[in-house]
């Protein structure tokens, strides 16, 4: 038997002509569907993911314990393990605590995220005997997380008017760039050369091109059709 429409041969079983989709159709004629010219689609087994998050949890562990024990036996206290340990929590935290999930909520694991390598640093500081943390690296990590996690919740939550979210963000960084630069000479002394505008220069008026965009309807249009979006 041959398709209607594109006349190519046809086996007994096919309900539909495998090349124009035409349906078959005989008076009398039920197709067989045992007889299918090709194997039943079967769709292949699926790894559990948690087996391999089990392994890297448990390399994890052992990983923390024999750098403690180490550390503890040859340095006769805890030196340099705090930072292997607090590492090992920190690649946890950020790349395999996620996975544990069904549903991954990105408006909740960024802020965690961010609080975590704050945290590490503030480790850092502290066993190094520093005096950087309070001054700059928590407003940094703070004003990168509020940002960053801000987008990240808008985005989640609203999934729209995502112009006027990343131009405000971007916004946001600029200005935060004159304060890091004041924040940085605080900390570290150096030069104050008065960076900080450049970038925050640069971002305002990204983020000021992204909220026209957003705003004037034609000119939105003729850049989604330029660039095929
Ligand atoms: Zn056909």
Known sequence: MYC????VELSESEKRCPLCHTEVYLPGYAPNEDARPYPKFEKPEKVNPRGIYFIISFVCIIGAIISFVCDLNLGGGITWSGYAIGGIALFYILFILPGWFKRFNPAIFIPCDFLAIGLFLAYVNLATGGSWFLSFAFPLTGAVTLIISSITILCYYIKRGYLYIFGGAFIAAGLFCPVLELLGYLTFGGEYIMWGIYPLIALFLIGIMLIVIAIVKPFR??????FAI
Do not use: A
């Open 4 to 7: 209607v429409k594109c006349g």
């Open 221 to 226: 249009e003729s850049l989604c059709r330029i």
